[in-house]
């Protein structure tokens, strides 16, 4: 079964520092689809970034990259240089072979930058 | 702007009612989603259709039905509504394929009293 599992529900960083939010995931297929959303306060669900299993390097997106690890099927996203603005929920995603009708969500990371 | 549009934004209903809920996709995208987002929980996956067809279901109750017309735009019908229902609903399109993100919706916030 798929499953994408966030263990922190909330984090707090300062502005300017990188932050690194959890995500594994669980799949029996070989070929998948990884993504990053963002949810602020005001609701809309804003796409990052994304991170396909063959992909041999890790993507990258401005300020947001993914540290994606297949041995232990996680994709962490870091954000570095934090913003006030990247106060948000973040959600990691996924979408195999076997269903490509599905994108199922993880529980989410409340992250919250201070100054 | 993400280019998927859903209406209403807003809801209000009583406890046993049913309510309609709208979404037109990106143009161009065959796939729609619903997904159901409780306060401070993830989103949860209902119902995908793919160009008119009912294509992969998730945990979507019995009184809640949706549909996907020719002009690909869907509609999510829920019914005997009850206070637990009171979510923020999300629409989401895409293209088909492993790599195409999904845009969503601004979403709808119903409310059941």
């Known amino acids: 079964a798929q499953k994408i599992t966030q263990t922190q529900p909330g984090m707090f960083v300062q502005e300017k520092e990188a932050v690194t939010l959890d995500c594994t995931y669980d799949t029996s297929d070989q070929s998948y689809g990884l993504f990053w959303y963002k949810q602020p306060s005001s609701g809309e669900m804003i796409f990052l970034i994304y991170q396909g299993s063959y992909d041999e390097q890790n993507a990258t997106e401005g300020r947001y990259s993914l540290n994606f690890q297949k041995a232990r099927k996680s994709a962490n996203l870091v954000i570095s240089a934090s913003q006030l603005g990247d106060s948000a929920m973040y959600f990691c995603?996924?979408?195999?072979?076997?269903?490509?009708?599905?994108?199922?969500f993880g529980t989410g990371t409340r992250l919250q930058v201070f100054p | 702007d993400s280019g998927v549009t859903q209406t209403p934004k807003h809801l209000i209903t009583a406890t046993g009612q049913r309510v309609t809920l709208r979404c037109s996709p990106r143009?161009?995208?065959?796939?729609v989603y619903w997904y159901q987002q409780s306060l401070d929980q993830g989103l949860q996956f209902l119902i995908q259709?793919?160009?008119?067809?009912?294509?992969a279901k998730g945990n979507i109750l019995e009184r809640f039905s949706a549909q996907q017309f020719p002009d690909l735009h869907s509609e999510l019908n829920l019914s005997s509504l009850e206070l637990g229902d009171s979510a923020l609903y999300f629409c989401?399109?895409?293209?088909?394929?492993?790599?195409?993100?999904?845009?969503f919706g601004q979403g709808t916030r119903l409310t059941v009293v």
């Open positions: 989401a399109s895409s293209a088909q394929g492993l790599n195409t993100e999904a845009f």
């Open positions: 259709y793919y160009n008119g067809e009912e294509r």
């Open positions: 143009s161009g995208d065959l796939s």
């Open positions: 995603a996924m979408r195999t072979t076997y269903n490509t009708d599905k994108l199922i």
